[in-house]
């Protein structure tokens, strides 16, 4: 268990000016010292993307009294690369948490999420991670349900780490009242997607994305279960996307080379 304060580099994908990171930098400062560099602006549905061939801003800011504070005009992976090259100059911080999401990163949401693929490069680069998101878009929402969870397991991954290449995918419901935590399996579930053709004043043609969230998957061991039931879900995720157990299958086939 760590004596020292540790170091807790704070992310998301909503921008540095979004409530949600707002709530998650005060609970952070309760832990220990918060540095934040966040995007710009919104960068939601970024998934992992990282800007090549163009340069990168980083520029101080004060928002917030006592927080050393950085914006970033690249993606919420850019900003983790950005923070641990720059920032910290090579010497790792404690922990890396990104969030708090407006809108779930469960299920399949995960591969697109920005506020995920921050907290996965923080994985990747060795640093204990963890992904918050909860279940409501508005500017004010509210986050109170979510704060003495977000301490509770922030807490516990300071004090037990995180098995090497795993960091947690912690989303909240939003209902009066919590009914706890269930430590879950990321459901089988996709959106039914569509594109909604429109015309624009040229009478040129263009795409708007519209869907359906559809769940497939009716085990109550998963992330969409316990959110509908008014649970947090704590879903551990990993970065090595190797599908081991079609490697054997794969091993029986004849490639004829």
Not at 21 to 50: F, N, R
Not at 55 to 66: A, E, F, I, S, T
Not at 219 to 245: R, Y
Request: proline share 5%.
């Amino acid at each position: 268990m760590k004596t020292a304060k540790p170091t807790i580099l704070v992310v998301n994908d909503d921008g540095i000016t979004a409530p949600g990171i707002k709530v998650l930098i005060e609970v952070m400062q309760t832990i220990g010292h918060v540095v934040v560099v966040a995007p710009d602006g919104p960068q939601s549905g970024m998934g992992h993307a990282i800007t090549i061939g163009k340069p990168l801003r980083l520029d101080k800011v004060n928002l917030y009294k006592g927080v050393e504070m950085y914006k970033c005009s690249g993606t919420p992976a850019d900003c983790v690369k950005l923070a641990v090259n720059k920032v910290f100059k090579g010497k790792k911080p404690d922990l890396c948490v990104s969030g708090i999401n407006h809108g779930l990163n469960n299920s399949i949401n995960v591969l697109y999420s920005g506020t995920m693929s921050a907290a996965v490069e923080g994985a990747i680069e060795s640093i204990p991670s963890i992904g918050f998101s909860f279940d409501d878009f508005s500017n004010e929402a509210d986050f109170s349900n979510c704060t003495n969870y977000i301490e509770s397991i922030t807490k516990l991954v300071l004090n037990h780490g995180l098995p090497i290449g795993t960091l947690l995918n912690v989303n909240f419901p939003r209902v009066e009242a919590i009914k706890g935590i269930k430590v879950c399996r990321q459901a089988n579930a996709k959106w039914a997607e569509e594109f909604d053709e429109r015309t624009d004043p040229n009478r040129r043609k263009y795409y708007w994305l519209t869907g359906v969230f559809q769940n497939n998957d009716h085990g109550e061991d998963t992330d969409v279960w316990a959110l509908d039931n008014g649970f947090v879900s704590v879903v551990p995720v990993q970065f090595d996307m190797t599908a081991h157990h079609a490697i054997p299958i794969l091993n029986t086939w004849n490639f004829g080379i």
